[in-house]
């Protein structure tokens, strides 16, 4: 449990190292597992890699920055297209999809986060689902770029470096996740802890203060958006590849609102919680909707108010905050 | 950056709709140390507020060196040079000592953390707390020690010791005493504690319904009893 200390561990570029290389193998780990354990399903597991980078990435901006948003899965579900339709046009190596998920996430960030960012709650967060429905409008309109209500359907990316092909039982597909997963997720913790993240954070606490050091506020929210949609797009690019279909869902207002509730379940302002938050979120949906496919919402409802009344900082921080705690206690003997 | 002059002309202030300071016009050198007295809610906060840029301004230029920062909102005023340790000594809640002083940097070394440590002890055995589990004098300690990183020009202390336990009072006048008398960076103190705040200034200003009402220095104002009683209502014990 040493690795999800680490947004409150001392911060020496040792520490720091030791960190992330714990963290790397804590990734590689869990996916190996999951490749053995689970050979069946890799196709589920693939899903929730991809939603996992969606509530990654929300992280970043609720989590650390304090923006309340319900319009996130336009930036994951742009990504997705602009993936698919790269793909379609012939670019299948799927490292430049992933590119592409990338930059079309950023844009879509961009736009979303001047808006946004601009106004400060209730305002915010009807903005945010404004943005969230423009999208997803325009998703359903534009049918030639988009495949309408149908999806965009018979994307086939071609080999990973041009040797391993995706097969069917999702092999290839799962690996690759894992290690962009993998990737992605160090990368970011990296980034968690530097002045501009620590300065997000410091805007989120208080952002009269923040100003009061000569932090200008706005432009470091619109930056931080940027981030965020290169982390959502880069979900959706990978989810495209993997399902070979876009549909109207990945921008829909239900995926923002999931993506939210994964967030708050699993902890907001830390990467693990986020990641955390989605695994345990889509583990509870998959067999809990499968034993009961007619009352699991009420069971997810009931979930989430068990959590949010005995964890209101979500599961990982109250597990890390009482871990921290029984340390010190034990120190202090 | 070295300390810079700071001047105030003809300020104009306040509010909204409603104006609280009139007509405030004062300099204080570079590296001078001023101390702004007056009752309670006369207008020494909003003072410093409007400084920084967080009230509504009606008149006047404010003036740090020869750079009129007037216009500038609350953040630019802050990268101009000012320093502001406000009253209610915020800090950043969810981050720990150690990150709240990286936040102050302004982009600069992480080993400069060292020079406020070792000005602040107590902070540097608490660098991994969290800001909420500070005591108040340990809040300020960090509020202040946060606000010196930034190398500011023109340090505005509201109230720094309200609230606070006198052997605390005492650790941190000396150090705000010290750091004014280096003349690394110009002072403007807010202070009820009326002996404490003559011992650390040259200039004194006292405020009334938002307008100066007598100006000059600490000696002449401590020799004179009867103006303190008039002009604060209460004598120097």
Redo the contacts between chains.
């Keep these: 449990m040493a690795t999800l200390s680490v947004t409150?561990a001392?911060?020496s570029a040792a520490a720091g190292l030791r960190n992330d290389l714990i963290a790397a193998a804590v990734i590689a780990v869990v996916g190996a597992i999951g490749y053995f354990v689970f050979p069946d399903d890799l196709a589920f597991l693939i899903r929730v890699i991809g939603l996992a980078f969606l509530v990654i990435s929300l992280d970043l901006v609720t989590g650390y920055c304090g923006v309340a948003t319900l319009g996130h899965a336009a930036l994951f579900g742009v990504g997705a297209y602009a993936a698919g339709n790269v793909c379609l046009a012939g670019v299948t190596d799927p490292i430049l999809m992933l590119l592409t998920g990338v930059i079309a996430g950023t844009a879509t960030g961009l736009m979303s986060g001047l808006l946004v960012t601009r106004f400060r709650g209730l305002p915010q967060l009807v903005l945010s689902i404004a943005f969230g429905q423009l999208v997803a409008a325009l998703a359903n309109k534009l049918s030639s770029i988009t495949g309408g209500s149908d999806g965009l359907a018979g994307i086939a990316p071609g080999p990973v470096f041009g040797v391993f092909n995706f097969d069917m039982f999702g092999r290839t597909g799962y690996i690759f996740s894992v290690i962009v997963l993998l990737v992605t997720m160090v990368t970011l913790l990296r980034f968690s802890r530097s002045?501009f993240a620590?300065?997000c954070?410091?805007i989120?606490?208080?952002t009269?203060?923040?100003?009061?050091?000569?932090?200008?506020?706005y432009p470091r929210l619109v930056v931080m958006y940027c981030v965020a949609g290169a982390v959502a797009g880069l979900g959706g690019a990978l989810t495209a590849i993997n399902t070979g279909v876009v549909g109207l869902d990945s921008v829909g207002f239900e995926r923002s609102a999931e993506a939210l509730i994964m967030l708050i379940l699993g902890g907001a302002?830390n990467l693990w919680g986020a990641l955390i938050g989605a695994i345990l979120f889509e583990l509870f949906h998959h067999y809990v909707s499968a034993a009961s496919p007619f009352h699991w919402m009420i069971l997810i409802g009931l979930l989430l108010i068990v959590v949010v009344l005995f964890f209101p900082k979500g599961l990982v921080n109250e597990v890390t905050r009482r871990i921290g705690d029984l340390r010190q206690r034990r120190a202090a003997r | 950056m070295p300390a810079a002059r700071l001047e105030v002309e003809r300020l104009a202030a306040g509010y909204g709709s409603v104006g609280i300071l009139s007509d405030i016009s004062f300099a204080v050198p570079a590296g001078g140390r001023l101390t702004l007295l007056g009752r309670n809610g006369v207008g020494k906060t909003t003072l410093l507020a409007t400084l920084?840029g967080?009230t509504t301004h009606k008149g006047g230029t404010v003036r740090i060196g020869d750079r009129d920062v007037t216009g500038l909102?609350?953040?630019?005023r802050?990268?101009a040079g000012f320093g502001?340790v406000?009253q209610t000594r915020?800090?950043?809640?969810?981050?720990?000592v150690?990150?709240?002083l990286?936040?102050?940097?302004?982009?600069r070394p992480?080993t400069e953390l060292d020079e406020v440590y070792a000005m602040f002890p107590r902070l540097a055995e608490r660098r991994?707390h969290?800001g909420m589990q500070l005591s108040g004098g340990e809040q300020q300690m960090l509020s202040l020690a946060?606000?010196l990183l930034?190398k500011p020009q023109v340090l505005l202390l509201d109230e720094p010791l309200e609230g606070l336990a006198p052997v605390i009072c005492d650790q941190l006048m000396e150090t705000i005493v010290k750091l004014a008398r280096s003349g690394e960076m110009t002072v403007v103190l807010v202070e009820q504690q009326i002996e404490r705040a003559l011992d650390f200034a040259a200039d004194v200003m006292v405020i009334e319904r938002g307008r100066i009402v007598w100006s000059g220095q600490a000696p002449q104002l401590r020799a004179d009893r009867e103006l303190v009683d008039t002009l604060l209502g209460v004598g120097i014990g």
């Design positions: 409150s001392p911060q002045p620590l300065m954070r410091a989120k606490d208080d009269l203060r923040a100003r009061m050091i000569g932090v200008a506020v302002g | 920084m967080l909102k609350t953040f630019a802050a990268a502001y406000p915020d800090i950043f809640r969810s981050l720990t150690e990150e709240n990286f936040t102050g940097l302004k982009g992480r991994n969290g946060r606000t930034g």
